[in-house]
């Protein structure tokens, strides 16, 4: 053995001249390093998913770039060790450095990290918003991408080519290299899950990835450390050629004596760039991909902030103002005034309703006015809460389920207390933490009332609930007189996509009516009857509905009526014929919707049907509008804006 270990260490030399079998304490020690390892790299990556989601955003498109950069790392460092493993003369020493470096530069990437905030932010305002804009916004997110990760899994794609040449060199046999990736599997998976489920939640961002740095350093100093007993063992590297200069030979025995003092001030470091690394909740919640500025933390107050299993979660406001936004990965996904959420007792204003309360308040009660009767509801994400607390209102309803992945939404939805205090108080609520797909599938029992309320589809997963398959599923959990409820944005996004969204609803539902609850949202119902039952205004009028409303501009039936868009009617002589609905299988909204929104597009053929008054589609269908009476219209949609108008209007001039 001592003759083999002599010998030049070339790949086919070293392999004849190893023994029949590897020492087990050489190979126990580098499979432990193997299995931790590959915890801490799935550690690492599953911190940087979600940190960069807040920089490049989290689109389908932004992940296969933090992917792309993830393996591109490995590949590297295992190209870059393939030449020079059979020529290291201690590559056990090697690995233990690997390691420790490894985990010092994910420590050291912290700070590069919160600087790309701001070279997001000036990279957006420096470009056009055109289709050469959009190419470079991708190839600069790439490389954001690649300054965080790079370094770290560079070390990590040298670590099991080096583990697999160590003990094929010792006498393992290619039996070494089915265990080295058997226990690096089960590690990525178990890391995968404890980072994601357990350990996200309970540290947050940072300290999630300072965890997985620390396994790296301790594997590091642990093989460092057990290079005496594994010698021992005969298991250690070839000894040094003993034409080595002395000085080169008294360094090492130096550097073992002062491994625990190392070991201290290097902890001691990384742990300060850690902790000197701000990571305010402000900065973190910008959403700079979409509105291109870096919020400073000493203008905003934010009294809620989670990492969460499958995101970040906050609920700000900027000081001076009054209205709270809850957010997810920094985008805005709902928002109340203050004076909704805590009004004064003092306060009997009736004002408009304006901004996100316009969807928040139409959403349920549009449903419910098309089956004033329903007994039982389910709500496809928390946001406020307002949706579900608002169909509560309903005497009628017995039990309703709010469906939302995340239960950081849930949590997040307290701030927004009393205003949604049904949805947390009544009995007769309550939430389930899971996919909406899942929870239909297995609930097994059928609904009166379902709203569809998600994210943004070009949000990464959410495109799932706007799709061909999605809809044919969720038609058959409707009680018979159901009705469906479909929202859907018009800003961001371009008619396009909106008419693969509405196609797949076209070929599920037999009929279906358009509404446009504000100037920039659709909201669809949808049955499986030949037709819409005929709206019931009068669900606002419901005592406990009526309760919620009294401080806003009274909704009318004419001013609800006036929301109406477009059916399904309307829409046959394009939709029939439409060559691809948006489905699983075609995901044409989720490979579009992020394009849209970076070029800042508008679904401008729909929202110019609801610009004025007057319509063709009105006309086609027989649907008369008549003047308001009051000056300014409750909802400021422009349709019912023009018909509030055109009431004194008309009545002026007739006089």
């Known amino acids: 053995d001592v003759a083999a270990d002599a010998a030049p260490v070339d790949g086919a030399l070293a392999l004849e001249a190893a023994p029949a079998g590897a020492p087990r304490a050489l190979v126990r020690t580098l499979l432990a390093v193997a299995f931790g390892t590959a915890v801490a790299s799935f550690v690492y990556e599953i911190a940087w998913i979600r940190m960069l989601s807040l920089v490049v955003g989290s689109a389908t498109h932004s992940f296969e770039l933090m992917l792309s950069a993830f393996i591109l790392g490995l590949a590297l460092g295992a190209w870059w060790i393939r030449g020079r493993a059979d020529r290291l003369e201690d590559p056990l020493h090697t690995l233990g450095v690997v390691q420790w470096v490894m985990g010092s530069l994910a420590v050291a ?58 003990l094929m060199a010792r006498g393992a046999g290619e039996r070494a290299i089915g265990q080295v990736y058997a226990v690096n599997t089960l590690g990525s998976i178990l890391g995968a899950a404890a980072a994601g489920l357990v350990l996200m939640p309970l540290l947050g961002l940072k300290w999630l990835l300072v965890a997985g740095a620390l396994i790296d350093v301790a594997l590091g100093l642990w093989l460092l450390a057990r290079r005496g007993a594994l010698a021992a063992d005969g298991a250690a590297a070839p000894p040094e050629p003993a034409r080595r200069p002395a000085w080169i030979a008294r360094t090492a025995r130096a550097g073992q004596g002062a491994l625990v003092p190392t070991v201290v001030v290097g902890l001691g470091v990384l742990l300060l760039v850690a902790a000197m690394t701000p990571f305010h909740a402000a900065t973190l919640t910008s959403g700079v991909y979409r509105y291109a500025k870096v919020s400073d933390p000493r203008g905003y107050e934010v009294p809620f902030y989670r990492d969460g299993r499958t995101a970040t979660v906050s609920v700000r406001r900027a000081l001076g103002t009054q209205m709270l936004t809850l957010a997810t990965n920094g985008k805005p996904d709902a928002s109340l005034s203050l ?37 039982t509801a389910a709500v496809i994400g928390q946001g406020s809460g307002m949706t579900s607390h608002l169909l509560l209102g309903s005497p009628h309803l017995r039990a309703l389920s709010t469906i939302d992945i995340e239960p ?28 909406a797909k899942a929870f239909f599938a297995s609930a097994r029992r059928t609904f009166d009332v379902i709203v569809s309320e998600p994210s943004n589809p070009w949000v990464s997963g959410v495109s799932g609930l706007f799709t061909d398959e999605f809809y044919a599923r969720v038609r058959t959990y409707l009680a018979p007189g159901g009705v469906f409820g479909q929202w859907l944005h018009l800003y961001e996004i371009d008619d396009g996509l909106v008419l693969t969204v509405l196609a797949a609803l076209h070929r599920n539902f037999a009929a279906y009516e358009i509404y446009a609850v504000s100037g920039s949202d659709i909201f669809v119902v949808a049955t499986n009857d030949r037709a819409v039952r005929a709206a019931d205004w009068s669900v606002v009028d419901m005592p406990e509905v009526a309760r919620d409303l009294r401080r806003t501009l009274p909704l009318d039936p004419g001013t609800l009526g006036a929301l109406r868009l477009l059916d399904r009617a309307a829409l046959a002589p394009v939709l029939d014929a439409w060559p691809r609905a948006n489905s699983d299988f075609h995901p044409l909204l989720d490979l579009g919707a992020e394009r849209t929104r970076f070029l800042r597009e508008s679904a401008g053929g729909f929202r110019g049907l609801q610009t004025s008054r007057f319509d063709l589609v009105a006309a086609l269908r027989g649907w008369r509008y008549g003047f308001a009476d009051a000056p300014v219209a409750p909802p400021a949609t422009p349709r019912p804006t023009a018909r509030a108008s055109g009431g004194p209007l008309r009545e002026a001039w007739l006089a």
């Open 109 to 166: 990437t912290l700070p590069v990290y919160v600087a790309t905030f701001h070279a997001m932010a000036g990279l957006l305002n420096a470009l056009d918003l055109n289709e050469g804009g959009y190419r470079i916004f991708t190839a600069a997110r790439y490389l954001l991408c690649l300054a965080v990760m790079l370094p770290a899994t560079f070390c990590a794609g040298v670590t099991l080519p080096l583990i697999t040449r160590i």
């Open 339 to 375: 004076g909704w959420i805590r009004p004064a007792p003092s306060d009997t204003l009736r004002r408009a309703l304006a901004g996100d309360q316009v969807t928040q308040a139409l959403l349920p009660l549009l449903t419910l006015a098309h089956h004033p009767r329903a007994a």
């Open 408 to 435: 950081e939404m849930i949590a997040g939805s307290r701030a927004f207390y009393p205003a949604n205090r049904r949805v947390f108080d009544d009995p007769r609520a309550t939430f389930v933490v899971d996919d």
